[in-house]
């Protein structure tokens, strides 16, 4: 489990269960880049080690984990086992809040969710792909924030980022786009600190209630 709250800022940490190359194949990944640079050093094979979740169990203080941070766990090369596995293991830790985040958020549908996990779909341009989950915090990551995107109503956060190695950052009029509609609908909004070269003004770091 990686301390990543001053890197990646909107979670306290990140737990990966499923190990290997994720096979989404997204050219911004730089997990990709990992896997290029030390070829060596990490195995591309997909695994799966559920028992590092249990390391929530240390944590003193209630957390916010990222379950996969490395790797798409929605993506249709992931058995329904392994995701029922993990979905058994987060139950375990109801002090914790575990964040689920997928290209393919259209799969969150087929299981069934303890009320700590909030279940979020990236997002990069154009308009969202899902419907939320009913009785869960369905979020929203705009990063990297390839173009303007289109927000609806029913989620209850959004994230806002640029992309990072190479850093690319979106342009300023498609971040004000995304946060004028947050406005209208009542979404708090976290803006990552990657975004200060492009926004100038304070960020904007809320939380879901």
């Keep these: 489990m990686n301390n990543v709250k001053k890197t990646i800022g909107w979670c306290d940490f990140t737990v990966n269960p499923i190990k290997g190359l994720c096979k989404g194949g997204c050219s911004y990944c ?11 050093r990490l195995d591309p ?14 944590l003193k203080k209630p957390s916010k984990i990222f379950i996969c941070s490395t790797h798409d766990i929605m993506g249709d090369w992931i058995p329904d086992e392994w ?9 375990k830790y109801p002090q914790h809040t575990f964040q689920f985040l997928s290209k393919y958020a259209t799969r969150y549908h087929k299981y069934i969710f303890p009320s700590n996990c909030w279940l979020g779909e990236t997002c990069t341009k154009r308009v969202v792909r899902s419907t939320p989950v009913t009785g869960h915090t369905n979020y929203i990551s705009f990063e990297p ?19 990072t190695n190479p850093y690319v950052p ?16 009542g979404i ?3 803006m990552k600190s990657n975004l200060e070269k492009v926004w100038p003004d304070k960020l904007i770091q809320e939380f879901p209630q």
């Design 45 to 58: 094979t997909i695994r799966f080690i559920p028992d590092v979740i249990d390391e929530a169990a240390k």
């Design 170 to 185: 979106p342009k300023r009029d498609w971040i004000e786009h995304l946060i004028s509609w947050a406005g209208v609908f």
């Design 83 to 91: 995701i029922e596995t993990i979905i058994d293991k987060v139950k």
């Design 188 to 190: 708090p909004i976290f």
């Design 30 to 40: 730089y997990a990709i880049n990992m896997y290029k640079r030390f070829p060596k």
């Design 145 to 163: 924030l390839h173009g303007q995107a289109f927000l609806q109503a029913g989620y209850d956060w959004i994230i806002i980022g640029a992309q």
